[in-house]
């Protein structure tokens, strides 16, 4: 046998015993959707990615469904900003009009919502305010409050699963009761149980006009350096009525998605996140790495680190990989 012949036969025995496998199935697409008419514009730090009005963004989930993606989460960007985030919970803002349009003209398309406030608020914080003297907080008690109306508001404009992402101390318990006593019992959560207060964000809050106006997110959100905290977080969620778990950042913290793949016995999601995908794009631009042999890599290596699930902006890119 030739040394040529003994190559391909290796390669088709690598398929046969391969371990892990990203396939469409695994993938949920985020799409930004702004208020207002004739809106398609390319994010600069996200090249390919982009803010739609929903009057221009039919050709993108065409596309998306051509692609046989399965699943989107929806980020609102509104006009209106207040100090609460009031737009969150209004039955006729942008995410809810977003909802009411893909099931319509979509209906198989499976949409998930983020909950969160940063998106809304005047400030750009997840959350209500507190002015103290000596320091100005988020207050979480309050804060929930607003998630369980703007929970609501998702769910009666036909949201099939709900994502809150804003790192309150109780948010999923607080989700579970407004679902469960307003009638959606069969609406799931995909909770952020881990999500750490990261440098990977930066290319999101160009994305979302999110970026706090004062201040940090450390508060609320997680120290890199902690492990066992995650743990600790993730196992309130599942206690409190989670049905997913997510870690957010995925390609830093492959650990901790195995921690929780260890752990729990329930589906496990990542967030490959808007720098993470930043970076990718910035080096094969360069010229400097083959940028499909990289995304279909890292996105590899949250599958073998345990995730079901990912959250990802090569989404398209790596469906048509996958179709070829």
Same mark, same amino acid.
């Given at each position: ?32 959707? +702004? +208020? ?43 006009? /209106? ?6 737009? $969150? ?12 349009? %893909? ?19 005047? /400030?750009? /914080?997840?959350?209500? %305010? ?22 609501? =508001? /998702? ?7 709900? @994502? ?6 109780? $948010? ?16 799931? #959560? ?7 207060? =990261? =440098? ?9 006009? =999110? ?45 901790? #998605? ?10 496990? @999601? ?36 345990? @995730? ?10 790596? @469906? ?5």
């Amino acid at each position: 046998m030739n040394r040529t012949r003994r190559l391909r036969k290796s390669e088709n025995i690598r398929r046969l015993v391969r371990e892990n496998h990203v396939t469409i199935d695994d993938l949920i697409y985020p799409l930004f959707i +702004e +208020e207002g008419k004739n809106i398609e514009n390319e994010i600069v730090s996200m090249p390919g990615i982009k803010r739609f009005s929903l009057d221009r963004i039919s050709s993108e989930l065409d596309e998306i469904t051509a692609l046989k993606i399965p699943s989107v989460i929806l980020f609102g960007i509104p006009v /209106h900003k207040d100090e609460q985030g009031s737009e $969150t919970w209004n039955d006729n803002g942008i995410i809810q009009e977003a909802i009411r349009f %893909i099931k319509k003209n979509y209906p198989d398309l499976y949409v998930i919502t983020d909950v969160c406030f940063c998106e809304y608020t005047s /400030h750009g /914080h997840c959350g209500i %305010i507190h002015h103290g003297n000596n320091a100005d907080y988020v207050d979480n008690d309050t804060t929930l409050m607003n998630i369980a109306k703007q929970t609501i =508001s /998702h769910a009666k404009a036909g949201a099939d699963m709900i @994502a809150p992402s804003g790192m309150m101390d109780g $948010t999923v318990l607080t989700v579970r009761e407004a679902l469960d006593n307003t009638g959606f019992t069969h609406i799931p #959560i995909m909770a952020y149980s881990v999500k750490y207060a =990261s =440098s990977y964000y930066g290319p999101f809050r160009d994305a979302a006009d =999110s970026a706090p106006s004062f201040g940090d997110r450390k508060s609320y959100q997680m120290d890199a350096s902690n492990r066992d905290e995650a743990l600790r977080k993730a196992t309130f969620d599942d206690q409190e009525g989670a049905d997913i778990l997510m870690v957010k950042p995925a390609l830093s913290y492959l650990d901790i #998605i195995r921690d929780l793949k260890n752990n729990f016995d329930r589906p496990i @999601a990542c967030y490959n996140v808007s720098g993470e995908y930043a970076m990718i794009k910035a080096a094969s631009e360069k010229g400097w790495i083959d940028g499909e042999k990289v995304m279909m890599e890292s996105l590899l290596s949250m599958k073998r680190a345990g @995730a079901d699930i990912i959250i990802t902006y090569f989404a398209k890119e790596v @469906a048509k990989v996958l179709l070829r």
